[in-house]
Each structure stands twice: as C-alpha cells, then as structure tokens.
C-alpha cells in the first residue's frame, strides 16, 4: 500500500483527450527478471532486456521489494561510489537512510525521494535504519538512474530530499486514479524535482475499472513500469502486470487502464510513468560509473581509487545488523 494516499474526488483534474490526441502504441513489453542488489535485497530488475536506445535517458530501474522483512532481515549498500549521472531513490513505503561525502544525507520513507546527482564523482550509502532491522517491516521503493549528457558529466554533485507530501497530486479525469508526480510535468502540473536532464517521473494508482490517460511530451519517450496489479496499456490495450515494462511509441498520450478484478492483496493497479528528453549520446557503463568512453571510466576507477571522490565521514553511516 503507497504511503501517500488522498481523495481524488478533491484533487485537480487531468484533462481528458481531445479528438486531435494520439495515444501512443506499445512497441514492446518485457518481464524484468528477480536477482539481488548490496547484502541481499531483492529487486526487479525493471529494465532488463530493453534497449539503450529506447531507454535513453535513463540507465537502470531496479524495484527493491516490495517484502515485509522479519526482524534482522533488512539489508542495504555499504559505502560506494558514483559519477556520471544522478541516482533517484523513490519510497513508496518503508525507510531507507542516505549519507554521502558531499554532505548529503537523510532519512528516506513513506514515498520520500532522494534525488542525488553524482556528477564529477560521489561516496556514498544506503541502507534500513537500525531500527528498522531490529523490527523488521514493510519495505519497498524505487532505485532509477539518469543519465546526464556529457557537458553535464562532471557537475558538482548535489543531493535534494524531496518529502513525500512535497509530491504533487493529481487525479485522472474520472476520479478514479491518483497521480503522484514526483519530477517533471504533467497536464501544466510539475513536481517537486530539479533535474539536469528534462524528464517526467510519476506513480498512479489506478482503481479496478479505472482508466488514466496522460498528456505526454511528443519529445520525450515513454514508458509504462507495472509495480503490482494487472491492466491493459496503449492504443491498443495490451495486457500487462506486475513486474513488465512497456516501451510506447510516438504520440501526445499514455492510456493505462486496471482490470475490474485486481488480486486481494493488489487492491489496485500501481505504476510508474517515465519519460524524458533522449540524449543521444555514446554510454559506457562499468558498474557505477556511467560515462561516454571507457577512456573517461578508466579515468573514474583511478579517481575512485586516489580517493579525489571525497571521503566516508567520520562516525559514518554504516548497515546495522542484529547481534546474534
């Protein structure tokens, strides 16, 4: 269950179609397969077998959860390094704890985002407050990269915490969807977010029967990532559920509908909404660098390793674990 919630029967609006819209088509849906991100937290890896190209300008999506850990179950990232684009940890529910070199730092939780922006090089951390691995609990969130174009590659890195009643609400044209918009515009309405490159990130909850149709920039790509629930998707309508990614084609809309029966503890359909301007410009990634040559992720490792991405803190953050 999404940690920011409201009635949609109070929020704006989103325009309904006109008849000169044109809703986008699927040209392709993908199942992200499950593995293991850090010490051991599952994840989805959302954007697994799609193609940079259709991606651009995003790099990589996992969904962390969403599982409900026993107490000393919870786990998360030890210190480690970034630079060529900006990391955005969206929780949906459940905490999550940042520190980094810069300066950067908080507590994530209950549909908070963390915006970092690693630029020319960062240090840093995540992972469950210690209290949280003493009780265990809910945990589920968003990891997504974005790239930044090469004149933006080394920009001073900068860390923004964006609380989730910061977010901005919306609701479909029926009422019958609530639209978080966390980055980005929608319909003339803009998140909370500040980003190098232009882009749009939101989280719908769409009730069963329920319908969203979204005006959506014919510059920007499209993309449509199933967090639960099952619904139908595009012009067309395809099926998809939870755990798929569906790519859409050229078009001035995004149409997502749920299915009337949803699963008892699915209670309605969850998605992300991401688009943005594409780059268009060479990506060489090597695990957390994301760069345009492998000269310059050469050049990152060696940065890394003469320490020039600053320094862990003294009395830093670290993960907690349960004495056994």
């Known amino acids: 269950m999404p940690a920011v919630t409201a009635d949609t029967l ?165 009422g019958g969807a609530l639209v978080r918009i966390i980055a980005g515009d929608i319909d003339g309405h803009v998140g909370p977010g500040a980003t190098h490159t232009p882009i749009t990130f939101a989280h719908a909850t769409i009730q069963p029967g329920a319908q969203l149709s979204v005006p959506w920039r014919q510059d920007f790509n499209a993309l449509v990532y199933v967090l639960s629930g099952r619904g139908r998707v595009g012009a067309e309508q395809r099926p998809i559920e939870g755990g798929q990614l569906a790519v859409l084609g050229k078009g001035d809309r995004i149409t997502v509908s749920a299915e009337s029966s949803q699963d008892s503890n699915r209670p309605a359909l969850e998605i992300l909404l991401l688009g943005g301007q594409p780059i268009r410009e060479p990506v060489v990634q090597y695990g957390p660098f994301v760069m345009n040559s492998r000269d310059q992720i050469v050049e990152a490792m060696e940065d890394f390793q003469s320490g020039r991405f600053g320094n862990i803190p003294p009395n830093a953050l670290r993960p907690h674990r349960v004495q056994k």
């Open 10 to 174: 109070t929020l704006p609006r989103i325009s309904a179609p006109s008849e000169t819209s044109t809703d986008r088509t699927v040209t392709g849906i993908t199942t992200g397969p499950r593995g293991f991100e850090g010490e051991g937290f599952p994840v989805v890896r959302a954007f697994a077998g799609v193609s940079s190209r259709a991606l651009d300008p995003f790099v990589h999506m996992d969904q962390m959860g969403e599982v409900e850990y026993q107490p000393g179950e919870p786990v998360g990232t030890d210190w480690h390094p970034h630079r060529g684009f900006e990391t955005v940890t969206y929780m949906i529910d459940g905490r999550f704890q940042h520190q980094d070199s810069h300066g950067g730092g908080g507590l994530i939780e209950n549909g908070a985002t963390q915006w970092m922006t690693a630029g020319s090089g960062v240090l840093h951390i995540e992972t469950p407050p210690a209290a949280l691995v003493e009780s265990g609990g809910t945990f589920h969130g968003i990891q997504l990269w974005v790239n930044l174009p090469a004149s933006d590659k080394f920009l001073t890195p900068k860390y923004q915490s964006l609380e989730g009643g910061q977010s901005t609400l919306l609701s479909s044209s029926d």
